[in-house]
């Protein structure tokens, strides 16, 4: 069975940093569709970067220069770095897995739609950002 373990999130100061793991169980085909998600109580979850097949990625502009998405198939596991954190960073952190091969693109784009079948969630990691 498929499973997502995130791990690494805390509570920093503005202008601090973070790392976030996913380690990923279960997982047997050759490519990927892998990404990292944030949500606020009240707002809809959010993309913020994905990486696929290759290790093409894509951030959101709301991240861009700040995060990076890499991976270690070796591992099994996706990173989030965090750099230069601001208060608007501060949500719940999700992996989650597309069993349907795209780009990075349509991966943040697709895998924030709500009843879509072929996506496997972690619980979740908390990241407080104070000012």
């Known amino acids: 069975q498929l499973q997502l373990l995130e791990s690494g999130g805390g509570s920093v100061q503005a202008g601090g940093s973070l790392r976030l793991s996913c380690v990923v169980s279960?997982?047997?085909?050759?490519?990927?569709?892998m990404g990292w998600f944030r949500q606020t109580p009240g707002k809809a979850r959010e993309g913020v970067a994905a990486?696929?097949?290759?290790?093409?990625?894509c951030n959101a502009d709301s991240v861009k220069d700040r995060f990076t998405i890499s991976i270690d198939k070796a591992k099994n596991t996706v990173y989030l770095q965090m750099n230069n954190l601001q208060p608007s960073d501060t949500a719940m952190y999700y992996c989650a897995v597309d069993l349907i091969r795209m780009t990075p693109d349509e991966a943040l784009d697709l895998m924030t739609r709500p009843g879509r079948d072929t996506l496997i969630w972690g619980q979740g990691t908390q990241v407080a950002v104070s000012s």
């Open positions: 990486i696929v097949t290759g290790g093409r990625t």
């Open positions: 279960g997982y047997t085909a050759s490519g990927y569709t």
